[in-house]
Structure formats: structure tokens, C-alpha cells
């Protein structure tokens, strides 16, 4: 019995559900935290050893690239926080609905955006 399964899946043909993406972008979130809360963590042992890593933290700060690290920890957090949000809201049973689910994707994703703009004004 030979079953018909797709040889090859195209993903770039693929289009998700704004579900979906929700979802997946809930979980990468989740992974940019895992690594900045070791990023974090450093920087933290830095200024709390001595005052001369106080003052080297300090300068880091000044830099774009570490600026846009920040930024880009607080995006995730913020995205993290909303998705979580609005996985524990599904889980009393609202939302479940495909317009509902759909609309409440929609949302996040509008308030992540803003979330972001606002902590980029705060870093930069």
C-alpha cells in the first residue's frame, strides 16, 4: 500500500494562518529571552564586581549595537508577554473560535508593534 505524501514541501508557498505565526513567534520569543536572560545575568556580575565594570557597562551602553541589543530583548519580552497573555486567555476556553483566534493574533501583533516603538524611544 503506497501512500501519496508530498515528496517535497515548498514553505516559501505555504501561507500560515495568523495563528499560526502567532504561535511561532510566541516560541522564538521564548528563545530570545533564554539567551538574554544570559546576556542580562552578564552584564548584571559585570556591574555588581567592581566599579571600574559599573563604568564599563556604562559605556556599553552607549553604542548602538547594544542599544539595539536592548531593544531588540524588550521587543521579545514584550511579544513574549502579550502571546503568553493570550495563550492563557484560549486556555479558559475563549478565543477558540477561528474569527475570534484570528482577531486576537491580529491584536497582539498591533500592540507588540507599539510595545516596540515605545522601547525603542526609551533606549534610544
Known sequence: MK???PVHLDLQTIRFPATAIA???HRVSGVIMLFAIGIL???LNSTLTSAEGFASVQSLF???VMKF???GILTALGYHLL??????IMDTGRWEELASGT?????????AAVLSIIAGIWVW
Not at 502571546?83 to 492563557?88: A, E, S, T, V
Not at 482577531?103 to 498591533?110: H, I, P
Request: hydrophobic letters at 55%; a positive charge; glycine letters at 10%.
Open 103 to 111: 482577531a486576537s493574533a491580529k491584536a497582539t501583533f498591533a500592540l
Open 69 to 71: 541589543i536592548l531593544w
Open 3 to 5: 501512500k501519496q505524501r
Open 41 to 43: 545575568l552578564w552584564l
Open 62 to 64: 552607549d553604542g548602538f
Open 83 to 88: 502571546g503568553g497573555i493570550r495563550h492563557l
Open 23 to 25: 504561535s511561532i513567534l
